[in-house]
C-alpha cells in the first residue's frame, strides 16, 4: 500500500486524493498530521482566521486517518515545522503493509522522521517538493552547505516527483540522476474551475457592476495575500503606466485576498469599493477628496477574502491575471486556477509555474521580476478577444490530476504494491 504524509488536508492536494480513490487502481490511505483549515484557525500572513470552504468535504472520499503528534505544536499552529511524531510508525507500516511512503516536501520535521522509520521498515521513499532553480544562489559558503545538506537528505529518497521544469532542474543540479525523477505535475480540479466559470459567465456584468467595475473597463485581478513576497503594489505601478498611456483602454485592478499591505495598496489606488469598509462605490470619493475622478492613480477595487467555492466570480469578472510574486513564490497554483477558468495570466519571471503553463500559451506574459515597464508592456499587448485565451486549455490539459495518477500507477508497480486492474468504483 501507498502512505500519503501531509500536514493537513489542504485545498490543491484533496482534490487529487479523491481523483486517486475514484480511480482505483492504486491503495493507498493518506496520514495527517493535524486538522488545520478543516477547522477555523488564524493565518497570519491572511490577518485573519479561516476555514477552507470545502469544509468536511475535505475528508471524504478517500481514505485517510489523522497521526499523533506532540501536544505542544498547538500553541504555534501556523509553523508546520514545529510537529513532531509521537509514536513509532513501525507496527502501523507492518500491519498496513505499507511498501511506499510519499511525503510533500522536507521542510517538515515530521516527514524527516517518517523517512527514517520507513528506511528501518523497508519501505520506499517518495517525494514531492515545490523548490525550484530560480532564485539567486546566494554566496558560495552558502551554496556549498546547502547543497551538502540536501544531497544527503535526497540520498534517502528513493523516487522524486517532480511538479515542473524548474523543480526538475533543481533536482538534478542538487546530484539527483534522471532514472529517479518521474512526472507529476502541479494541478488544481480543473473540471471544478470549469464549471463554476460556466455557470458565472452569464452573470459576469452583474459581478462587475457589484464590485465597481465599469463596462468597458479592462479588468486586472490579483489574488492572493497582500505580502512583500506577492509583489501587489508592482500591478499598481504598471497599471500607473497604462493609464498615461491614454490610448489604452481604461484600467480596474481588482484586488482579492488580505495582508499586511492592504492599507499600502488603498493609498496607491483610487478605491471604487472594498467589501472589508463600511462603505464603497462613488461614495468613498465623497468622503475622501483625494479619491476624486481626476486622480492619476489608478481605480481599483477590494473584493476581500474569497473561498475556494467564491473565487471562480473573481476569474469570471477579471480579464487578466497577474501574479508578479518574487522567489517565494515556488509554483502559483492561483495560475491553474485562473487558466482552467479560461483566463490569460501574466506572471514574473520569478514564478515557478510561468515555464509550464505561461510560456506555452505566449512567451510575452512572462515579465522580468520587478520590471513595472516589461509588466504594463504584456498587459497592453491582451486585447481581450479569443486571441488571449487561445491556447489556455491545451495547456490546463497537461496540468490535470490524471497525469499524476498515471506516474503513481507506474511506481507503485515498481514498488510492488499491488495495482488493481479493475476500478473499485464502477462507472468514475
Request: overall charge positive; glycine content about 8%.
Amino acid at each position: 500500500m501507498l502512505v500519503i504524509l501531509t500536514t493537513h488536508p489542504i485545498q490543491y492536494q484533496v482534490p487529487l486524493w479523491q481523483a486517486l480513490a475514484r480511480d482505483g487502481r492504486v491503495p493507498f490511505e493518506v496520514w495527517f498530521l493535524c486538522d488545520h483549515a478543516v477547522r477555523a484557525t488564524h493565518d497570519p500572513e491572511f490577518g485573519r482566521a479561516f476555514a477552507w470552504d470545502l469544509g468536511q468535504g475535505s475528508l471524504e472520499g478517500y481514505p485517510h486517518r489523522f497521526l499523533p503528534i506532540n501536544g505542544k505544536w498547538s500553541l504555534h499552529p501556523s509553523d508546520f515545522f514545529g510537529i513532531r511524531l509521537r509514536g513509532a510508525l513501525g507496527p502501523l507500516f507492518r500491519e498496513k503493509r505499507v511498501t511506499a511512503l510519499w511525503i510533500q516536501g522536507w521542510q517538515k520535521y515530521a516527514y524527516w522522521q517518517a523517512v527514517a522509520q520507513a528506511h528501518r521498515a523497508g519501505v520506499e521513499v517518495w517525494l514531492r517538493g515545490e523548490t525550484n532553480d530560480l532564485a539567486p544562489a546566494g554566496g558560495v559558503l552558502k551554496v556549498w552547505l546547502k547543497g551538502v545538506r540536501l544531497r544527503a537528505l535526497f540520498a534517502r529518497v528513493d523516487r522524486f516527483l517532480c511538479i515542473g521544469a524548474a523543480n526538475r532542474r533543481f533536482y538534478r543540479k542538487h546530484g539527483v540522476a534522471e532514472r529517479k525523477l518521474f512526472s507529476a505535475p502541479y494541478c488544481v480540479d480543473n473540471a471544478r474551475f470549469a464549471a463554476q466559470a460556466t455557470e458565472l459567465r452569464s452573470q459576469r456584468s452583474e459581478i462587475r457592476r457589484r464590485w465597481g467595475i465599469a463596462e468597458e473597463a479592462r479588468c486586472v485581478l490579483f489574488c492572493g495575500k497582500f505580502i512583500p513576497k506577492k509583489r501587489p503594489l508592482d500591478v499598481v505601478a504598471a497599471a500607473k503606466r497604462l493609464a498615461d498611456d491614454r490610448t489604452s483602454a481604461p484600467i480596474l485592478l481588482l484586488f482579492v485576498g488580505s495582508g499586511e499591505l492592504g492599507a499600502d495598496l488603498r493609498a496607491a489606488t483610487e478605491v471604487v469599493f472594498d467589501a472589508e469598509a463600511s462603505v464603497s462605490g462613488p461614495s468613498l470619493s465623497s468622503l475622501n477628496p483625494q479619491l476624486s475622478t481626476g486622480s492619476s492613480r489608478p481605480k481599483a477595487s477590494f473584493a476581500g477574502f474569497l473561498n475556494q467555492i467564491e473565487i471562480s466570480r473573481a476569474y469570471v469578472a477579471a480579464d487578466v491575471l497577474v501574479l508578479p510574486s518574487d522567489h517565494g513564490e515556488t509554483w502559483g497554483l492561483v495560475v491553474n486556477e485562473a487558466m482552467a477558468s479560461g483566463l490569460p495570466c501574466v506572471v514574473s519571471d520569478a514564478v515557478g509555474c510561468g515555464e509550464d503553463l505561461v510560456v506555452p500559451v505566449d512567451t510575452a506574459r512572462r515579465f522580468p521580476l520587478g520590471d513595472a515597464v516589461a509588466l504594463a508592456t504584456a498587459l497592453a499587448k491582451l486585447s481581450g478577444d479569443d486571441e488571449a485565451t487561445a491556447g489556455l486549455a491545451e495547456t490546463v490539459a497537461r496540468h490535470d490530476f490524471s497525469a499524476t495518477i498515471t506516474t503513481l500507477i507506474a511506481l507503485s508497480q515498481r514498488a510492488e504494491i499491488p495495482v488493481r486492474v479493475t476500478k473499485l468504483i464502477p462507472g468514475r
